[in-house]
């Protein structure tokens, strides 16, 4: 979904995400995103006081991306 937003991809390869997690995970249970946040914080790959994400670009290519704690925590908060 931040890849969608931030414009990395587009509404059908998300829909084909979204369908694949679903299949494997089931449904996802409700999450907090400042809690998330809060554990994001603490990942070895963060740089620069940033948060490190990895992105779906398309099929078989992914970027990784940084963003700040509180561009993290409102993207997760309109994605969940």
Same mark, same amino acid.
Do not use: W
């Given at each position: 979904?931040?890849?969608? @937003? +931030?414009?990395?991809?587009?509404?059908?390869? @998300?829909?084909?995400?979204? #369908?694949?997690?679903?299949? *494997?995970?089931?449904?996802? %249970?409700?999450?907090? $995103?400042?809690?998330?946040? $809060?554990?994001?914080?603490?990942?070895?790959?963060?740089?620069?006081?940033?948060?490190? *994400?990895? *992105? %779906?670009?398309?099929?078989? #290519?992914?970027?990784?991306?940084?963003?700040?704690?509180?561009?993290?925590?409102? +993207?997760?908060?309109?994605?969940?």
């Amino acid at each position: 979904r931040i890849a969608l @937003k +931030m414009g990395i991809i587009d509404a059908d390869y @998300k829909s084909k995400l979204d #369908e694949l997690l679903t299949e *494997v995970t089931g449904a996802l %249970p409700e999450l907090d $995103a400042a809690a998330l946040t $809060a554990l994001a914080l603490h990942d070895k790959k963060n740089a620069d006081g940033k948060i490190s *994400v990895i *992105v %779906p670009v398309r099929e078989g #290519e992914t970027k990784e991306i940084y963003l700040t704690a509180d561009e993290y925590c409102k +993207m997760l908060e309109e994605a969940l």
